[in-house]
T-cell receptor, first 109, second 113 residues
């Protein structure tokens, strides 16, 4: 049973396209994280959010707590955005993370 | 910018041997985490550590595993008697508190032969 589901699993986009990655979860959470994993394996935390919306550069993350759903948007995508994007939720009443399987994004020049 | 450092970057060990993976979290962070990622699979939570004790652990983190903060800077993960299925990338992370984003190390690739 997956507490966190992401879609799509794989995504190929042309440079400049607007990209959306979705995350749905089934547990009560205190926070949701969007992470970026580069081809070399390193992980970078992009956002941590528990409500509303956050923006950082070309990246926007939104969360709807009632619907247990979050989206990560990339505007004006670039080949350097190519990576695996991972949704992870921090379960309420417990210091435990549940991870999605990731969305592999390839942006073609 | 301060970062989390992990050593070694790659560890090769014979099955049954003990292995210690080391992490130096960011100096003013108080929460520490270990994760693992088996090749081709998703990242999995192992353990969180705060105030010199484990605050949460997953089912994966059985008696074979232990964590320690032996001094003010290092945070270690010990696997007592390694199995082939322990082969994975192990990531350490730290955060200022439980409500702040985590900073990840580059990982240690553990290969069990």
């Amino acid at each position: 049973k997956n507490e966190v589901e992401q879609s799509p699993q794989n995504l190929t986009a042309q440079e400049g396209e607007f990209i959306t990655i979705n995350c749905s979860y089934s547990v009560g959470i205190s926070a949701l994280h969007w992470l970026q994993q580069h081809p070399g394996g390193g992980i970078v935390s992009l956002f941590m959010l528990s409500s509303g919306k956050k923006k950082h550069g070309r990246l926007i993350a939104t969360i709807n707590i009632q619907e247990k759903h979050s989206s990560l948007h990339i505007t004006a995508s670039h080949p350097r955005d190519s990576a695996v994007y991972i949704c992870a939720v921090f379960k309420r009443f417990g210091n435990q993370f549940y991870f999605g399987t990731g969305t592999s994004l390839t942006v073609i020049p | 910018e301060p970062e989390v450092t992990q050593t070694p970057s790659h560890q090769v060990t014979q099955m049954g041997q003990e292995v210690i993976l080391r992490c130096v979290p960011i100096s003013n962070h108080l929460y520490f985490y270990w994760y693992r990622q088996i090749l081709g699979q998703k990242v999995e939570f192992l353990v969180s550590f705060y105030n010199n004790e484990i605050s949460e652990k997953s089912e994966i983190f059985d008696d074979q595993f232990s964590v320690e903060r032996p001094d003010g800077s290092n945070f270690t993960l010990k696997i007592r008697s390694t199995k082939l299925e322990d082969s994975a990338m192990y990531f350490c992370a730290s955060s200022m508190d439980g409500y702040q984003p985590q900073h990840f190390g580059d990982g240690t690739r553990l290969s069990i032969l």
